[in-house]
């Protein structure tokens, strides 16, 4: 096994707050132990005095301090997690958006969509003032403008959360807070390079599936505004080439010697990562071999980077975790994303008025197009899979083409292509997708499952997620096939009774649900289950504004 790739260095204060969350551990226990929160804290002053108060704490042979010693350290020298993200009200928000989801005519649905809408009052943030003037002390990011979060331990914004944070902001007519979480993007692609996995000091190695192109397109379908467009395109730009260059990008050459460019996931970081440290170090601790070590913590960094952390999609053996090989597979969804990335700066350039640039990513967009047929498209099935690079000494960036790489196992990911407008030109193509989604196994009671191996894992069965139902059921109601589109609906109506239900009996909205049974909630995972909740209330709004509600459909299941 050989590590490579470049490691982009952390913050002494990151650093240090590892040391604390083990500290925590060892003192605390594991119960309602949650490691996240200690890289959240925030310093009341220097780091060294900090930092000497710390190394001065009594402790037992195993690292422990006394409960009472432990507690009072993080009293005196942190301020609480949280602390530095305020609650700060969206100047857009008002109670009843004028033209708020004309298409639902029930009127319990409706009042439960005004509910839902009120909670962007909960989950919207601004960066407390003293990040901006200490930035040294947080582990925060010093964002420009307001955002709206997750909730609960997400405390930050998140890159493709925010997409459907986004999408449900456009049904509420929130246009303003849709933009101010565009712009702290920009302001993160410019900062780093590249959009962040989340505003936070220790995600500052890797990304989040690239949606920013797809975030500038919505907003600017519903509100022509030319600026917004146009001052958001060379951050876009400047993205895309994130994502083709070095290590993220690999050749593979197809049986006619014909060349195709794709992308990977690879995160730039070998070492546990930060908010989860205390576990990343336990599930390595069987591996000796230093290097083997740092690999299996760079595949851990790079599953974080797909946004499916974690699953049986990137695991050799799905028993063991430590098979984790997320850089050595091409992901269907990060290649479509990448293809539709292409297609919107190609529109988006055309719109501004720069038709070279607009060539240029149309042109990139067919090659891509050409790429995801020839290596993930899987006629047999009417699927896309994903492609698992051979480990041929270490060399993964150019590759021969074989059939026997393309991954059989059912994955949710495996229909995401259909959300791309340029794989619906072809109907003959949509009714098979549509078909083989049909007997996949994937479609439940209460929505579409992430995969058909129930591991424990969060993103496997039978958790369904807000993303993975939208982007499925928008390709299928926009293909143009008639089938096609009472799936999608089919699917919509499952997926909003099941949010429904759940909120009805727990009073809040969930980040996953359980798709074999309608209202609950999903599990599984390193974290235990979060509420608020970002991307699934942008879902309930996306989808009620796309489908609607009937007076006399029943919305109990
Ligand atoms: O702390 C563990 C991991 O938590 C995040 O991942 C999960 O929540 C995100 C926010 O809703 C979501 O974008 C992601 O798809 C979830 O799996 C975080 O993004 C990870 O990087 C982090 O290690």
Redesign the pocket.
């Known amino acids: 096994s050989c590590d490579s790739g470049p490691v982009k260095p952390t913050t002494p204060l990151v650093t240090f707050l590892e040391q604390v969350q083990q500290t925590a551990l060892t003192t605390l226990g594991k119960s309602h132990f949650d490691p996240?929160l200690y890289v959240d804290l925030s310093l009341k002053s220097e780091l060294s005095s900090t930092q000497n108060a710390f190394h001065k704490l009594p402790r037992s042979a195993n690292g422990s301090a006394s409960v009472k010693d432990f507690n009072e350290f993080i009293k005196d020298y942190f301020e609480g997690a949280g602390h530095d993200v305020v609650l700060a009200k969206p100047e857009d928000f008002v109670p009843e958006p004028e033209g708020f989801l004309p298409n639902v005519k029930n009127p319990e649905v409706r009042a439960w969509a005004l509910e839902v809408h009120s909670l962007w009052k909960n989950l919207s943030r601004k960066v407390a003032g003293g990040v901006h003037k200490r930035p040294e002390y947080h582990t925060l990011l010093p964002l420009p403008e307001k955002f709206i979060i997750?909730g609960s331990r997400?405390r930050e914004v998140?890159y493709?959360?925010s997409y459907w944070v986004i999408r449900g902001l456009l049904a509420s007519k929130m246009y303003d807070t849709a933009k101010s979480i565009v712009t702290n993007l920009i302001f993160l692609i410019e900062e780093y390079g590249y959009v962040l996995?989340?505003a936070r000091a220790y995600?500052t190695n890797r990304s989040?599936p690239p949606l920013l192109s797809a975030m500038v397109s919505e907003i600017y379908k519903r509100t022509g505004d030319l600026e917004f467009a146009r001052k958001a395109l060379p951050a876009l730009i400047k993205e895309h080439e994130f994502w083709n260059s070095g290590i993220h990008k690999v050749v593979i050459q197809d049986e006619q010697a014909c060349n195709h460019s794709l992308s990977r996931y690879y995160a730039m970081w070998n070492q546990p990562?930060p908010?989860?440290s205390t576990l990343d170090k336990e599930l390595a601790s069987k591996i000796l071999n230093v290097s083997e070590k740092q690999q299996f913590y760079r595949e851990v960094a790079s599953t974080?980077e797909t946004?499916?952390?974690f699953s049986t999609r990137w695991m050799r053996n799905h028993s063991d975790f430590t098979t984790l090989a997320t850089t050595s597979i091409l992901p269907v969804d990060l290649n479509a994303f990448i293809l539709g990335m292409e297609r919107d700066i190609a529109f988006l350039s055309k719109v501004t008025g720069d038709r070279r640039n607009s060539e240029l990513f149309l042109k990139a967009s067919e090659a891509r197009h050409k790429a995801i047929k020839t290596v993930f498209w899987n006629e047999t099935k009417g699927q896309w899979l994903d492609y698992w690079l051979s480990d041929i000494k270490c060399n993964t960036e150019h590759q021969t083409w074989e059939a026997s790489n393309q991954n059989q196992n059912v994955f949710a990911s495996n229909f995401i292509p259909l959300w791309i407008e340029s794989f619906y030109s072809d109907p003959s193509m949509v009714e098979k997708v549509t078909k083989s989604l049909q007997s996949s196994g994937l479609l439940r009671a209460a929505g579409i499952a992430t995969s058909l191996t129930n591991s424990g894992q969060?993103?496997d069965f039978p958790n369904g997620w807000a993303p993975i139902q939208h982007m499925i059921a928008e390709g299928l109601a926009r293909s143009g096939s008639k089938e096609a589109k009472l799936v999608a609906e089919d699917i919509a109506v499952r997926w909003i009774r099941t949010n429904y239900k759940a909120y009805k009996k727990t009073g809040v909205m969930h980040?996953k649900y359980d798709v074999e049974k309608c209202g609950e909630f999903g599990g599984g995972g390193?974290?235990v289950p979060q509420t608020g909740f970002?991307?699934s209330n942008g879902l309930v709004l996306a989808f009620l504004e796309e489908f609607g509600w009937p007076q006399d459909r029943k919305i109990d299941c």
């Open positions: 996240k997750p997400f998140y493709w959360d996995n989340g995600y989040q990562r908010e989860s974080a946004g499916w952390d969060q993103w980040e390193e974290y970002g991307w």
